[in-house]
Nanobody, 116 residues
Framework: QVQLVESGGGLVQPGGSLRLSCAASGSIFSINDMGWYRQAPGKQRELVAAITSGGSTNYADSVKGRFTISRDNAKNMVYLQMNSLKPEDTAVYYC??????????WGQGTQVTVSS
């Protein structure tokens, strides 16, 4: 059994910052890729940022230069630092971890609302 718990969402004004955290716990031996996705109302879930076990990162074009993904392998945690937030960043943000042959696991989601 693997559990993912996200935290750090909330309401922020345009131009503000938030830091999302995701903690993975349970029967975990090693984690491959970790990532953040988001889903806005009426839209499909999309990749925001991903990071490999070696630290290589990948970002959606819409967040490049504003968001930074990082991970702490010792703690099985992944983070998303979000700066210069825009109203179009409003969505439910989900973390995902890839456990190789055991498949992918998703968190329950955390709401991020960017509004004045």
């Amino acid at each position: 059994q693997v559990q993912l718990v996200e935290s750090g969402g909330g309401l922020v004004q345009p131009g503000g910052s938030l830091r999302l955290s995701c903690a993975a716990s349970g029967s975990i031996f090693s984690i491959n890729d970790m990532g953040w996705y988001r889903q806005a109302p009426g839209k499909q879930r999309e990749l925001v940022a991903a990071i490999t076990s070696g630290g290589s990162t990948n970002y959606a074009d819409s967040v490049k230069g504003r968001f930074t993904i990082s991970r702490d392998n010792a703690k099985n945690m992944v983070y998303l630092q979000m700066n210069s937030l825009k109203p179009e960043d409003t969505a439910v943000y989900y973390c995902k971890v890839a456990l190789g042959m055991r498949g992918n696991y998703w968190g329950q989601g955390t709401q991020v609302t960017v509004s004045s």
